[in-house]
């Protein structure tokens, strides 16, 4: 446990410091980064009237790319990266900054010098023991940083304007001590049951055209066809132009050469450990006082000095349960995987060697250094193949987006899709009826869908469009409005849904036989009896979670958690027909265990609550300010 929890803890520790770095930032000196006149002020994406440059992106994009360089020590390779989606997360943003700041001003939320000046002099960042740091020593760290101050200042004023319009927005959040209570209950009322499904098999039924006809007169908004639309578009994917990359050895090795950091297998160690625990304030029930515990460790590394077995100590000393009963095995990890005290002692260890007393957060440990890998680069040969396919990739790419620029282009210049697509050698094909939420590869992708429906008839998109393995140049050629169709165009669904139900209903039938068989019998006999088979869980399961076969849906949950212990349900519907539930065990609620956590779980819940709200917000927000980006300007960074 100790371990999962010190890897998780790494990775956070790396994203605080690095937001640390980020916000330290001078007001109290002139701005001095100006845009270079070397193309860093071309727009590659614009907001409303808000123009978001190329310097401006690169420095955000090579930022993430840095940063997961950083977490993952040097290993991520670029398609790696871009299968991450860093540019799209690069540059959405500085899209959100934008559209954050247009609201704010929209609302008549300003952030003046005076207010930022006064926020950078109490912000925690700044503080040490209690006082300011003062402009020098942060100047210092600026300059260390490498970082402008015109951009981090105007970072922090976008922090202090999300602040403000957070509040705004949410203010009126309130979470009550019902909804508290149920929130309690999901996360702490736990059962343990026995069951039996009868699955709802449409084997041997039928439905005549008069059922069918009653069901769809009796139903016909459930099948009406909501606007649709037939797109014509020409794609552009990377299958289509795959054939016309090649590449040669010397191409592979060129790149080898280029990049061979990115191949080298990083240093790697295995080792055990003793872990001796820390309380983490006086009143915490697991852990010793510190002293305390330095001496418990210091006594488990006596005897290993002494020749004791190292994992026999461990299975007996050690409190890390999860690597305990291993003999406090740890298995295998590269440098940076561990808190920084334990990293820098396991890796000054010589294979054997035990390490001294070790203060983490974690409490005391002794480590053993099993064995250890240093870092090599693999020769050429042992990964030419990946580089064969990840420099076709990239190359492919590169030719989807600067075909798919080139068709944007020759739109935006005033000719059709058909003349744009015939010039790039591409053919315009025509999709079938659309509707918002069809998902109909090729063209099954949100934001393509998203702008069809914004788009008038005859419109084309300006910019090129994600699609299937590539991107498409989209024009909307038909809008069919909403309609209610004849029987004739959806009898085959209102047939399957004729049978569904009949099919479900005998499922019910011979469960609420199966129940009064077991009433008598119990459920393994009655199930037994009718041919059908008992399951029973494991162990508790808790709310919101499937109990086996059941599945986890608001039905099943409402009636398992109503039950005594002993008790049978009536038939209740599961995904796969009707069942009968009895409960085996069950942790129940506990009213004084609320009463102590009350008053954290509403605050926890409500900035949930606010966080969703925001976030909802936002999304109708990035409908009032048109965003258009420039693909082929994004590709100067990436490609």
Same mark, same amino acid.
């Given at each position: 446990?100790?371990?999962?929890?010190?890897?998780?803890?790494?990775?956070?520790?790396?994203?605080?410091?690095?937001?640390?770095?980020?916000?330290?930032?001078?007001?109290?000196?002139?701005?001095?980064?100006?845009?270079?006149?070397?193309?860093?002020?071309?727009?590659?994406?614009?907001?409303?009237?808000?123009?978001?440059?190329?310097?401006?992106?690169?420095?955000?994009?090579?930022?993430?790319?840095?940063?997961?360089?950083?977490?993952?020590?040097?290993?991520?390779?670029?398609?790696?990266?871009?299968?991450?989606?860093?540019?799209?997360?690069?540059?959405?943003?500085?899209?959100?900054?934008?559209?954050?700041?247009?609201?704010?001003?929209?609302?008549?939320?300003?952030?003046?010098?005076?207010?930022?000046?006064?926020?950078?002099?109490?912000?925690?960042?700044?503080?040490?023991?209690?006082?300011?740091?003062?402009?020098?020593?942060?100047?210092?760290?600026?300059?260390?940083?490498?970082?402008?101050?015109?951009?981090?200042?105007?970072?922090?004023?976008?922090?202090?304007?999300?602040?403000?319009?957070?509040?705004?927005?949410?203010?009126?959040?309130?979470?009550?001590?019902?909804?508290?209570?149920?929130?309690?209950?999901?996360?702490?009322?736990?059962?343990?049951?026995?069951?039996?499904?009868?699955?709802?098999?449409?084997?041997?039924?039928?439905?005549?055209?008069?059922?069918?006809?009653?069901?769809?007169?009796?139903?016909?908004?459930?099948?009406?066809?909501?606007?649709?639309?037939?797109?014509?578009?020409?794609?552009?994917?990377?299958?289509?132009?795959?054939?016309?990359?090649?590449?040669?050895?010397?191409?592979?090795?060129?790149?080898?050469?280029?990049?061979?950091?990115?191949?080298?297998?990083?240093?790697?160690?295995?080792?055990?450990?003793?872990?001796?625990?820390?309380?983490?304030?006086?009143?915490?029930?697991?852990?010793?006082?510190?002293?305390?515990?330095?001496?418990?460790?210091?006594?488990?590394?006596?005897?290993?000095?002494?020749?004791?077995?190292?994992?026999?100590?461990?299975?007996?000393?050690?409190?890390?349960?999860?690597?305990?009963?291993?003999?406090?095995?740890?298995?295998?990890?590269?440098?940076?995987?561990?808190?920084?005290?334990?990293?820098?002692?396991?890796?000054?260890?010589?294979?054997?060697?035990?390490?001294?007393?070790?203060?983490?957060?974690?409490?005391?440990?002794?480590?053993?250094?099993?064995?250890?890998?240093?870092?090599?680069?693999?020769?050429?040969?042992?990964?030419?193949?990946?580089?064969?396919?990840?420099?076709?990739?990239?190359?492919?790419?590169?030719?989807?987006?600067?075909?798919?620029?080139?068709?944007?282009?020759?739109?935006?210049?005033?000719?059709?899709?058909?003349e744009a697509a015939r010039e790039q050698g591409l053919t315009v094909q025509k999709s079938?009826?659309?509707?918002?939420?069809?998902?109909?590869?090729?063209?099954?992708?949100?934001?393509?869908?998203?702008?069809?429906? =914004?788009? &008038?008839?005859?419109?084309? #998109? +300006?910019?090129?469009?994600?699609? *299937?393995?590539?991107? /498409?140049?989209? @024009?909307?050629?038909?809008?069919?409005?909403?309609?209610?169709?004849?029987?004739?165009?959806?009898?085959?669904?209102?047939?399957?849904?004729?049978?569904?139900?009949?099919?479900?209903?005998?499922?019910?039938?011979?469960?609420?036989?199966?129940?009064?068989?077991?009433?008598?019998?119990?459920?393994?006999?009655?199930?037994?009896?009718?041919?059908?088979?008992?399951?029973?869980?494991?162990?508790?399961?808790?709310?919101?979670?499937?109990?086996?076969?059941?599945?986890?849906?608001?039905?099943?949950?409402?009636?398992?958690?109503?039950?005594?212990?002993?008790?049978?349900?009536?038939?209740?519907?599961?995904?796969?027909?009707?069942?009968?539930?009895?409960?085996? =065990?069950? &942790?129940?609620?506990?009213? #004084? +265990?609320?009463?102590?956590?009350? *008053?954290?779980?509403? /605050?926890?819940? @409500?900035?949930?609550?606010?966080?969703?709200?925001?976030?909802?917000?936002?999304?109708?927000?990035?409908?009032?300010?048109?965003?258009?980006?420039?693909?082929?300007?994004?590709?100067?960074?990436?490609?």
């Amino acid at each position: 446990m100790a371990l999962g929890f010190m890897r998780r803890h790494r990775r956070w520790l790396f994203g605080f410091l690095w937001l640390v770095i980020l916000a330290f930032i001078i007001l109290y000196i002139p701005a001095f980064d100006q845009e270079s006149d070397q193309g860093l002020g071309l727009t590659v994406a614009q907001v409303a009237d808000r123009k978001i440059t190329l310097g401006e992106y690169q420095r955000s994009y090579l930022r993430q790319r840095q940063m997961y360089q950083s977490m993952y020590q040097g290993r991520m390779n670029d398609d790696m990266l871009r299968r991450m989606g860093i540019e799209e997360q690069a540059l959405q943003g500085l899209v959100d900054e934008r559209i954050l700041a247009l609201e704010a001003e929209r609302l008549g939320i300003r952030v003046d010098d005076a207010m930022l000046k006064q926020r950078v002099a109490i912000a925690p960042e700044f503080q040490q023991d209690g006082k300011f740091l003062g402009s020098k020593e942060i100047r210092n760290r600026l300059e260390r940083s490498g970082v402008s101050v015109r951009e981090f200042e105007e970072s922090f004023r976008n922090s202090i304007l999300r602040e403000r319009l957070i509040a705004l927005v949410t203010d009126s959040v309130q979470v009550s001590a019902a909804e508290a209570e149920k929130e309690f209950r999901r996360r702490n009322e736990q059962v343990k049951a026995e069951y039996v499904v009868v699955t709802a098999d449409n084997a041997g039924i039928t439905a005549t055209d008069e059922e069918v006809r009653a069901r769809f007169d009796a139903n016909k908004d459930a099948y009406r066809y909501p606007e649709r639309r037939v797109l014509s578009y020409a794609l552009i994917d990377a299958p289509s132009l795959a054939s016309q990359v090649t590449l040669t050895d010397r191409d592979l090795a060129a790149y080898y050469e280029a990049n061979r950091d990115q191949f080298a297998q990083g240093e790697e160690l295995c080792a055990s450990h003793v872990l001796v625990k820390v309380k983490a304030s006086p009143e915490a029930k697991e852990g010793h006082a510190d002293e305390e515990a330095r001496r418990i460790a210091q006594s488990a590394l006596d005897e290993i000095r002494l020749g004791a077995d190292f994992a026999a100590v461990a299975k007996r000393m050690s409190e890390d349960l999860g690597s305990a009963s291993q003999g406090g095995d740890l298995g295998c990890f590269p440098r940076g995987r561990m808190v920084p005290e334990f990293d820098n002692a396991a890796f000054s260890l010589d294979a054997g060697q035990a390490s001294d007393v070790v203060r983490t957060s974690f409490g005391y440990h002794v480590i053993k250094a099993v064995s250890r890998k240093d870092e090599a680069v693999p020769p050429f040969a042992q990964v030419k193949e990946s580089i064969r396919q990840q420099v076709m990739v990239e190359r492919v790419q590169a030719k989807v987006r600067e075909k798919a620029e080139a068709t944007a282009a020759a739109l935006r210049s005033g000719r059709s899709l058909e003349e744009a697509a015939r010039e790039q050698g591409l053919t315009v094909q025509k999709s079938a009826p659309l509707a918002r939420s069809d998902v109909q590869p090729p063209l099954a992708s949100a934001t393509l869908l998203s702008k069809a429906f =914004e788009l &008038k008839k005859g419109e084309a #998109a +300006a910019d090129p469009l994600p699609a *299937a393995n590539g991107y /498409a140049l989209i @024009e909307v050629a038909e809008i069919q409005p909403p309609r209610l169709p004849d029987l004739k165009e959806v009898q085959d669904k209102v047939r399957a849904d004729v049978v569904g139900d009949k099919a479900f209903e005998k499922s019910r039938v011979i469960a609420a036989d199966l129940r009064t068989r077991a009433q008598q019998a119990g459920l393994e006999k009655a199930a037994a009896a009718l041919g059908l088979v008992r399951k029973q869980g494991d162990a508790l399961v808790p709310r919101g979670q499937p109990i086996g076969d059941l599945g986890s849906g608001a039905a099943v949950e409402k009636t398992v958690y109503s039950l005594p212990v002993g008790g049978l349900s009536e038939p209740v519907r599961t995904p796969a027909g009707f069942a009968v539930v009895r409960v085996l =065990e069950k &942790k129940e609620y506990d009213p #004084a +265990a609320f009463e102590k956590e009350k *008053a954290a779980l509403i /605050a926890s819940l @409500e900035e949930e609550k606010r966080g969703r709200l925001f976030q909802a917000y936002m999304q109708e927000a990035r409908k009032r300010f048109p965003v258009s980006r420039r693909p082929d300007a994004i590709s100067r960074v990436t490609s």
